[in-house]
T-cell receptor, first 111, second 113 residues
Framework: EDKVVQSPLSLVVHEGDTVTLNCSYE??????LLWYKQEKKAPTFLFML????IEKKSGRLSSILDKKELFSILNITATQTGDSAIYLC???????????FGQGTRLTINP | DVKVTQSSRYLVKRTGEKVFLECVQD?????MFWYRQDPGLGLRLIYF???????EKGDIPEGYSVSREKKERFSLILESASTNQTSMYLC????????????FGAGSRLTVL
């Protein structure tokens, strides 16, 4: 089964910094790659990526997919304490209904 | 506002007890899922269901069973809870025709003593 690996597993930065979170995946049955944000409640959907090189953007968050090198990054600029959360990356597979998740990156933004 | 509701946010049970975790969605989604979340391991799929009374094992089904008697409700059952089942349990759902974008419940944190 395809495996999804996120790095770093934990990251602590100061407010205002820019962070880049990484997600690599295996390609056997790739359909799309999804990012979620999880605070102390339900994970909420951020982005879905299916095509290489097309940046998805929402406010200070952006994400891009590289299907040749099999990875995605999630960028957060001008971080705020409200960005503190676990960020989850997941791969959707062709012909399957489930998602395969990475370990998650725990991001802490200090004031 | 569409949502997935998990009946219990926090539970404390004793080893050997039977545990029921309930999940209800109001989006008329065909597919429902139970994931377990542990630090450093991410979300791991326990079971999923693609229709009423239909279920498939996920990656870690041992020690768990599920029930889906109605489309909107998917229950996770621990027949005899063990300490290694202490974890956060997340329920989620999506439409078959959708892009596999899961909508999650808030989670049920289970502690087994």
């Amino acid at each position: 089964e395809d495996k999804v690996v996120q790095s770093p597993l934990s990251l602590v930065v100061h407010e205002g910094d820019t962070v880049t979170l990484n997600c690599s995946y295996e390609v056997t049955n790739f359909r799309s790659l999804l990012w979620y944000k999880q605070e102390k409640k339900a994970p909420t959907f951020l982005f879905m990526l299916t095509s290489s090189g097309i940046e998805k953007k929402s406010g200070r968050l952006s994400s891009i997919l590289d299907k040749k090198e099999l990875f995605s990054i999630l960028n957060i600029t001008a971080t705020q304490t409200g960005d503190s959360a676990i960020y989850l990356c997941a791969e959707a597979l062709q012909g399957a209904q489930k998602l395969v998740f990475g370990q998650g990156t725990r991001l802490t933004i200090n004031p | 506002d569409v949502k997935v509701t998990q009946s219990s946010r926090y539970l404390v049970k004793r080893t050997g007890e039977k545990v029921f975790l309930e999940c209800v969605q109001d989006m008329d989604h065909e597919n429902m899922f139970w994931y377990r979340q542990d630090p450093g391991l991410g979300l791991r799929l326990i079971y999923f269901s693609y229709d009423v009374k239909m279920k498939e094992k996920g990656d870690i089904p041992e020690g768990y069973s599920v029930s889906r008697e109605k489309k909107e409700r998917f229950s996770l059952i621990l027949e005899s809870a063990s300490t290694n089942q202490t974890s956060m349990y997340l329920c989620a759902s999506h439409q078959v025709s959708g892009a596999n974008v899961l909508t999650f419940g808030a989670g049920s944190r289970l502690t087994v003593l």
